[in-house]
C-alpha cells in the first residue's frame, strides 16, 4: 500500500473555550498550519472567523493566513470550508477567487444533513439543516471542474457518499476528488449524532458502496479521537487515509493539533505505511495540473499569485 494522505482540519465551529489550542486569527492559522505540515500533515482546511461577508472579503481572510504559509512551504495543500454570506446561506463562489490565487483543493459537500444539540432527555434538538440542494452541488462541481480544484468530498451519511458516485459513474466528478468518512459518535458535531457509528461494521459498509471505485478514501471521527477509534487501524491496513484535527475532536484531553497529527503519524508507522508529502498526496489525488505561477506550476514559482495578493 502507498504513503497515507493526513489531513488537519485545523478548527471548524470548536471554540477556544473548549480548547485553547484551537487557532482562530490568520497568525495563529498561519503557524498552526507549518507545523502540523513539519508534523506529517499533507493536506490543512481551516475556517475563517468571519460570516455573512461577502466572496472578496472571505477569500482574502484566509489568504491573510495562507500568504505566509506559502511563502514558507510552496508544496501546501490548503483548503477552506464554505462560504457562509448573509443569513448563513451557503455557497461555494469563493473557491474562485481562491483558485485563482493559486489553491489547488475545493470542496463539495455533497447532501444535507441536520446538526444541532440535544436536550436533558439526549433528544435532538435545533432547526439547523445543513443543507446543499442537487442544484448546489452540481455548482459546486462545475466550480471545481472548471477552476481546476479537486474536490474535498466530506460524507456525513451514505446518501452523500451514492450522490458522489452517481457523478463518478457518469464521469462528471471532477479530477483530484478524495472522499472523507465522517462517522459520528454521540456527540457529532455540535452535540447530536448523525450518520454511521466509528465501527467496523459501519466502516464495512461504506467500503460495500466504494467496491470497485478508485477514489482515494479517508476516514474521521467526529466527536471523538479518532486515533483512539478501531477504525484508523482499519482504514490503514484496508487502504485509506486519515482526517483529523481540533475541528472534529472532543475528548478529556486539550491536545494541540500538532499532537493529533504526531499521533497518527505513529499509528501510520506501527501499521507499516508511509506518511505522504504534500506533493505525494497531490499525486496520489491526481491533482490537477497548474500553471507557472499557481501551486501546480514549477517549484520556484509556487505561490507567486497566492503572494502577491492584497494584504
Not at 229 to 238: D, I, K
Given at each position: 500500500m502507498g504513503p497515507v494522505v493526513i489531513e488537519c482540519a485545523i478548527n471548524g465551529a470548536t471554540p477556544k473555550s473548549a480548547n485553547p489550542h484551537v487557532p482562530v486569527e490568520p497568525s495563529e492559522i498561519t503557524a498552526d498550519a507549518l507545523a502540523c505540515i513539519e508534523a506529517g500533515a499533507a493536506i490543512i482546511h481551516n475556517h475563517i472567523d468571519r460570516y455573512g461577508?461577502?466572496?472578496?472579503?472571505?477569500?482574502?481572510?484566509?489568504?491573510?493566513?495562507?500568504?505566509?504559509?506559502?511563502?514558507?512551504?510552496?508544496?501546501a495543500l490548503l483548503y477552506p470550508t464554505i462560504h457562509f454570506g448573509e443569513g448563513f446561506s451557503i455557497s461555494y463562489e469563493h473557491l474562485i477567487p481562491l483558485a485563482a490565487a493559486g489553491m489547488r483543493v475545493g470542496l463539495t459537500d455533497p447532501g444535507s444533513v441536520n446538526l444541532g444539540g440535544t436536550d436533558a432527555d439526549g433528544l435532538p434538538t435545533g432547526d439547523l439543516v445543513y443543507r446543499n440542494s442537487?442544484?448546489?452541488?452540481s455548482r459546486a462541481f462545475e466550480i471545481c471542474r472548471d477552476a481546476g480544484l479537486g474536490p474535498s468530498l466530506a460524507i456525513y451519511e451514505p446518501g452523500f457518499l451514492r450522490t458522489t458516485l452517481a457523478w463518478w459513474r457518469a464521469g462528471r466528478l471532477p479530477q483530484g476528488a478524495m472522499i472523507k468518512l465522517y462517522f459520528s459518535t454521540e456527540l457529532g458535531y455540535l452535540g447530536a449524532p448523525f450518520g454511521l457509528p466509528p465501527t467496523e461494521r459501519a466502516l464495512d459498509a461504506y467500503l460495500e458502496l466504494l467496491d470497485g471505485c478508485d477514489i482515494p478514501w479517508a476516514v474521521s471521527v467526529v466527536g471523538g479521537d479518532l486515533c483512539a477509534?478501531?477504525?484508523?487501524?482499519?482504514?490503514?491496513?484496508?487502504g485509506g487515509h486519515l482526517h483529523l484535527g481540533l475541528e472534529f475532536y472532543r475528548g478529556e484531553r486539550t491536545p494541540t493539533n500538532v499532537e493529533l497529527v504526531t499521533e497518527a503519524a505513529d499509528l501510520c508507522r506501527q501499521v507499516g505505511r508511509a506518511i505522504a508529502t504534500p506533493d505525494e498526496a497531490a499525486q496520489i489525488l491526481r491533482l490537477p495540473l497548474r500553471a507557472a505561477g499557481h501551486l501546480g506550476g514549477q517549484r520556484g514559482q509556487l505561490g507567486v499569485e497566492l503572494l502577491g495578493g492584497t494584504e
Open positions: 461577508i461577502g466572496v472578496a472579503e472571505a477569500a482574502e481572510r484566509y489568504l491573510q493566513a495562507w500568504r505566509p504559509v506559502l511563502a514558507a512551504r510552496p508544496d442537487f442544484q448546489t452541488i477509534s478501531p477504525v484508523a487501524r482499519l482504514a490503514l491496513e484496508r
